[in-house]
């Protein structure tokens, strides 16, 4: 006994142990994505239409399975036969009730089947690219907010520090002027920066609050400790680089691209609306009562070739054709207009990240400098050619500074991470995440060809629980 408890207790001491290793683990950004990819309900949403698209492959490949019909009737009948009359009564009363089967399979529907596969398959690759873009954005947006938590937890930081001095700083005010070094005005002035100092630092704390609650609507849990990404552009990557691999693999250009296939197939399956159909169709039933005439029971079986051929159907097909050239022709601009989009937000990223990275350039310059400055007016103030509103202004100017520094770097890296997105790298697939990726294909195959059957559990097409913190 006395052993079990001693290793149960080395059990719980270990498990403390992990659980505090865990919980004070630095998370890094690479955790927040996996997180948010397995769990983010917008981005599961986005994987249950794509599966529900699937179907569509499916449905179109089920014209060329027989569908097979049974019924049945069962009922009161009454008849009048006024040429009857002479040979006793004109009305008969009675109970017909019949069943039957008929089976008719599809032989020729104008090439509307093959039309119609190509179409859903065009639309399933399409929504595919689409769930990528999502993928895209949601880790633009949890980057985002990961960036934007480390931005104002270092000017929150920044703030409380700044806050101190100029605490410091009206008390040392006070008791100089208490002592008649100082005027009643250098209270004040110290007195007016230290109550905006509180007021920066609130509003701060509530853009850190609304920070923390998007991480946590998107990843699905509060931050804990950050740590800052290392986010940079390959050093050979130019801007026509860019350019090229966003018009050839950017997920809304891919989507956009495989409808204006959809809309082509689309096309031909209006169009073999006007040809014929040709159906091979079995039946057999049986009749009971079924006229005064010929009572009794009747059996019937027959095998037949059904020929279709539509002459006119109120010009209907004519304008389902004439409306999908139409999307067609709308397809093809917005494959335009994709790509346009895509380089325009590849450029306006690329212009963005220069600007960051000059900006922290000057940032750390402005830096040294401010820092040399004032500790040359906190010297000057001391034998009195530097007045106390000097010293204020001077530490001001520092501390804004090291804010636009942490902005310039908020902005350096979510400008990288655009460039990556513009290019179509910013998905599961290219990020290798530690989290297992989503692959559409598995729900795609079960049910491309099910002829029976309704969906399996939707939980064999989530995404496994394989994430593992950083260490």
Not at 240 to 268: C, G, L, W, Y
Request: aromatic share 6%; with cysteine.
């Amino acid at each position: 006994m006395a052993g079990k408890s001693r290793s149960a207790a080395s059990v719980l001491t270990t498990c403390s142990l992990l659980f505090c290793f865990s919980a004070n683990a630095e998370a890094t950004l690479e955790d927040a994505w996996s997180l948010a990819y397995r769990n983010n309900p917008s981005l599961q949403a986005k994987r249950a239409e794509l599966r529900a698209t699937d179907e569509a492959v499916s449905q179109a490949l089920s014209h060329w399975r027989p569908s097979i019909d049974a019924t049945g009737s069962a009922g009161k009948t009454n008849q009048k036969i006024p040429s009857l009359e002479p040979f006793g009564t004109e009305d008969f009363n009675g109970t017909t009730r019949s069943y039957g089967v008929q089976a008719t399979q599809p032989l020729f529907r104008g090439f509307r089947t093959i039309a119609e596969t190509k179409a859903a398959e065009q639309q399933v690759l399409s929504e595919r690219a689409k769930l990528e873009d999502a993928e895209q954005q949601l880790f633009l947006d949890t980057a985002s907010a990961y960036l934007s938590v480390l931005r104002d937890t270092s000017i929150l930081d920044m703030m409380r520090d700044n806050e101190n001095i100029l605490q410091q700083k009206l008390q040392e005010t006070r008791v100089r002027h208490n002592a008649g070094e100082l005027t009643s005005t250098d209270v004040r002035q110290s007195e007016s920066r230290l109550a905006r100092a509180r007021v920066t630092r609130f509003q701060v704390e509530n853009s850190l609050t609304q920070d923390r609650a998007a991480y946590k609507r998107l990843v699905g849990e509060m931050p804990a400790s950050l740590k800052p990404p290392r986010l940079e552009l390959h050093p050979q990557q130019g801007l026509e680089d860019i350019f090229h691999r966003a018009a050839m693999q950017n997920p809304n250009v891919t989507a956009s691209r495989f409808a204006v296939e959809q809309a082509k197939a689309e096309i031909d399956l209006n169009k073999g609306s006007l040809l014929p159909e040709v159906d091979l169709v079995g039946n057999t039933g049986r009749i009971w009562g079924q006229s005064g005439l010929l009572p009794g029971e009747q059996e019937t079986s027959q095998v037949l070739v059904q020929v279709t051929m539509p002459l006119y159907r109120s010009g209907a097909d004519y304008s389902r054709t004439r409306a999908a050239e139409q999307v067609l022709t709308q397809r093809e601009m917005e494959l335009d207009d994709s790509r346009d989009k895509v380089h325009e937000s590849a450029n306006n990223a690329w212009q963005a990240l220069e600007t960051a990275q000059a900006a922290l350039d000057a940032d750390r310059t402005e830096i040294e400098a401010a820092g040399s400055a004032l500790a040359g007016v906190k010297e000057e103030s001391k034998v009195g050619t530097r007045t106390t509103l000097d010293v204020l202004n001077a530490e001001q100017e520092l501390l804004d500074a090291k804010v636009d520094q942490a902005k310039s770097q908020h902005d350096k890296d979510m400008a990288v991470l655009q460039i990556e997105a513009a290019a179509g790298e910013l998905t599961a697939e290219h990020l290798k995440l530690r989290a297992a990726t989503y692959d559409p294909r598995l729900h795609y195959e079960d049910v491309r060809s099910q002829w029976i059957g309704f969906s399996k559990d939707d939980s064999r097409y989530g995404v496994p629980s394989s994430h593992t913190p950083a260490q």
